[in-house]
């Protein structure tokens, strides 16, 4: 049986379950919409990542050249 480090404990048969849930409270037209929602998301989240990861790189270059000036 395969564990997913995100999902701690649960097995396939909760899992299993878990989607059956989701499905009946949300339809099968919904959850299309709903996975891209979270999809993009995930996106907007890593490129905020990466930009910040940016301005902390270019933080010590900024710095040396007002020293420099």
């Known amino acids: 049986m395969t564990k997913f480090l995100f999902l701690g404990n649960l ?7 878990i989607a ?3 499905l009946l409270l949300f339809g099968g037209k919904k959850i299309p919409e709903l996975m891209r929602g979270l999809g993009k998301g995930v996106k907007s989240f890593k490129d905020g990542l990466n930009e910040v990861e940016k301005q902390i ?4 270059e900024d710095k040396q050249e007002e020293k420099k000036e």
């Open 11 to 17: 097995g396939t048969g909760e899992i299993i379950v």
């Open 20 to 22: 059956l849930v989701v």
């Open 57 to 60: 790189e270019s933080a010590p």
